[in-house]
């Protein structure tokens, strides 16, 4: 059971360049959502999606574009990348059915440094 | 968004010793859950307890137990006997009830060290 699988695990990029942040999950969970993590910081939500077709904003969205067309994938995209996006992405998922414990499952996260 | 506090940013305990962390959290909720997650140096998040606010009783997972005090909207985590593989970053984390669209809420981490 590979549970929730991110990819690319390390990246770098340039100020302005593009890239997708690759989710996927193989336990039917209806719930995902994307976070970035920071020194002091904490998780903060960037977006999350409680199923195919449907996306809603986090905490810190700026920046930052989702889109859910299957319930296995969601990735997430930096369109124009900025030194500001220097994070670890993780990816979380969750069920809705019972029983339900409410516990996110999460990817090994993704560390992304913008040059 | 809810409030989520950890006051201890760093903590070290000698092994086998006890060390408790805590964690205090803003809502007006009534129903809602709480958990405990453990980063290790290896990244991975790792559930360790959770504890459901209609819950009098304090969850308990083998060395870790939280002792969880609704009104005074605390949560603290007890690990008791500690080991060198406990050392990692513990992360309090809140989420309104009954889940489905809810999101967790994360507080900054305590980072905790074993000492051998």
């Given at each position: 059971?590979?549970?929730?699988?991110?990819?690319?695990?390390?990246?770098?990029?340039?100020?302005g360049?593009?890239?997708?942040?690759?989710?996927?999950?193989?336990?039917?969970?209806?719930?995902?959502?994307?976070?970035?993590?920071?020194?002091?910081?904490?998780?903060?939500l960037?977006?999350?999606?409680?199923?195919?077709?449907?996306?809603?904003?986090?905490?810190?969205?700026?920046?930052?574009?989702?889109?859910?067309?299957?319930?296995?994938?969601?990735?997430?995209?930096?369109?124009?990348?900025?030194?500001s996006?220097?994070?670890?992405?993780f990816c979380?998922?969750?069920?809705?059915?019972?029983?339900?414990?409410?516990?996110?499952?999460?990817?090994?996260?993704?560390?992304?440094?913008?040059? | 968004a809810?409030?989520?506090?950890?006051?201890?940013?760093?903590m070290?305990?000698?092994?086998?010793?006890t060390?408790?962390?805590?964690?205090t959290?803003?809502?007006?909720?009534?129903?809602?859950?709480?958990?405990?997650?453990?980063?290790?140096?290896?990244?991975?998040?790792?559930l360790?307890?959770r504890?459901?606010?209609?819950k009098?009783?304090?969850?308990?997972?083998?060395?870790?137990?939280?002792?969880?005090?609704?009104?005074?909207?605390?949560?603290?985590?007890?690990?008791?006997?500690?080991?060198?593989?406990?050392?990692?970053?513990?992360?309090?984390?809140?989420?309104?009830?009954?889940?489905?669209?809810?999101?967790?809420?994360?507080?900054?981490?305590?980072?905790?060290?074993?000492?051998?």
């Open positions: 059971n590979a549970g929730v699988t991110q990819t690319p695990k390390f990246q770098v990029l340039k100020t360049q593009s890239m997708t942040l690759q989710c996927a999950q193989d336990m039917n969970h209806e719930y995902m959502s994307w976070y970035r993590q920071d020194p002091g910081m904490g998780l903060r960037i977006h999350y999606s409680v199923g195919a077709g449907i996306t809603d904003q986090g905490e810190v969205p700026n920046g930052y574009n989702v889109s859910r067309s299957t319930t296995e994938d969601f990735p997430l995209r930096l369109l124009s990348a900025a030194p996006q220097t994070s670890v992405y979380a998922s969750r069920g809705a059915g019972a029983p339900n414990t409410g516990e996110l499952f999460f990817g090994e996260g993704s560390r992304l440094t913008v040059l | 809810q409030t989520v506090t950890q006051s201890q940013p760093e070290s305990v000698q092994e086998a010793e060390v408790t962390l805590s964690c959290y803003d809502t007006s909720e009534n129903n809602y859950y709480l958990f405990w997650y453990k980063q290790p140096p290896s990244r991975q998040m790792i360790v307890i504890q459901e606010a209609y009098q009783q304090n969850a308990t997972e083998n060395r870790f137990s939280v002792n969880f005090q609704k009104a005074a909207k605390s949560f603290s985590l007890k690990i008791s006997d500690s080991q060198l593989g406990d050392t990692a970053m513990y992360f309090c984390a809140f989420g309104e009830g009954p889940t489905g669209a809810n999101n967790l809420f994360f507080g900054t981490g305590t980072r905790l060290t074993v000492i051998p």
